[in-house]
């Protein structure tokens, strides 16, 4: 199973490059300090080119470790490229808005050590401090400021997962170290459904003798959540006291419910284009339509700024107390 790492990717466009590598693009916004997108996740040969527009201030670009890549600060406008040929994680940061280790204007660069992920993918991440030990017997400590949290003698541990009801979940990665050689450390994603038999595992990720820090990924063949019938658990299970965890992701994506067999609208059939979407509309109480008698929803006529006021109100749930 290949070690590999998921990260959240904003405003990123990939370009075809002549070869089997990509372009990535990294923006200074006119006017802010900040890289946007702060964190991308390429593969071994991809190149990343950093714009400062015209408008933007004096920036650079410096990596972390001081040799891998280097921009001096220079009035925008400005572009500047590196082709990554190894793989790992590099942070960088301008010179005189930023620093090390993530601070001020900085951002993140991951090679070939995370699984990239598709941009409509949602991560709910269970942090190393949300799980609980299954026997009281195993203490847990914390690895200094680091903040990864040690359970010795191969401890199992466990947290509940929330997701929304039928989201579709895509995989999971385990943020951890493993110092043992000889037992691996492993995440799984359960679904339990019967009282009366085990829950069965929906993703398995492990470290397979990994020695040391890294991001270590599964897929999840086609899940759709069901909140009413099953309920989700993630296990991880320790090797020994030489393993360490720092969180669990789990990815999942937003789905939109089948429709019912019977059209609610006498100008949306079934075998409209929108159908799905609409009866989701109405599902959700988004809308009634355009007409009660006979029930039409007018799926042609422009919408309103104040209809979708309505819309975007209902659907997004707006609300604050008086």
């Known amino acids: ?19 089997f590598a990509a372009t990535v693009f990294v923006e200074v916004p006119a006017g802010a300090l ?17 714009r400062n527009p015209t408008g933007g201030g004096s920036h650079g670009v410096q ?11 220079t009035p925008a406008p400005w572009t500047f490229s ?19 280790n993530g601070s001020g204007m900085s951002g993140i660069i991951f090679v070939g050590n995370r699984t990239q992920h598709a941009a409509n993918e949602h991560i709910l991440q269970l942090n190393a401090w949300d799980f609980s030990p299954t026997l009281s017997s195993s203490p ?3 690895t200094g400021n680091t903040y990864m949290r040690i359970f010795p003698n191969g401890a199992t541990i466990v947290a509940g997962v929330n997701l929304p009801t039928g989201s579709q979940i895509t995989g ?37 003798g990994f020695p040391g820090c890294g991001y270590f990924s599964a897929g999840v063949n086609s899940e759709t959540v069901d909140n009413l019938g099953n309920t989700y658990v993630a296990v991880i299970n320790t090797a020994s006291n030489l393993t360490a965890v720092r969180a669990l992701r789990i990815y999942y994506r937003s789905a939109i419910s089948y429709p019912p067999a019977t059209a609610t609208f006498s100008d949306v059939p079934i075998t409209h284009p929108f159908y799905r979407f609409i009866e989701a509309l109405v599902a959700s ?8 008698s006979p029930p039409q929803y007018c799926p042609d006529t422009p919408l309103t700024r104040g209809q979708m006021a309505v819309f975007l109100a209902r659907g997004l749930g707006l609300f604050w107390p008086n």
């Not at 900040?34 to 950093?50: A, E, H, K, L, M």
């Not at 990596?63 to 600060?73: E, L, N």
């Not at 385990?174 to 085990?198: H, R, Y």
């Not at 109480?285 to 009660?292: K, L, Q």
């Open 285 to 292: 109480g988004i809308t009634a339509g355009c007409s009660a």
């Open 82 to 100: 590196h082709t990554f040929m190894t793989v790992g994680t590099f942070p960088y940061y301008c010179q005189i808005h930023g620093g090390t």
């Open 172 to 208: 999971i990665e385990l943020e951890g170290c493993d110092q043992d050689a000889t037992f691996d450390m492993n995440a799984q994603l359960l679904k339990c459904t019967s009282f009366s038999q085990d829950c069965p595992i929906l993703a398995f990720a492990f470290t397979q």
């Open 34 to 50: 900040v890289f946007q997108p702060r964190s991308i996740v390429i593969q071994v040969g991809d190149t990343v080119t950093w």
């Open 140 to 142: 847990t400590s914390n």
């Open 1 to 19: 199973m290949m070690k590999r790492l998921t990260g959240i990717v904003l405003f990123v466009v990939l370009l075809a490059a002549p070869s």
């Open 63 to 73: 990596s972390d470790d001081g040799t891998s890549f280097s921009f001096p600060v």
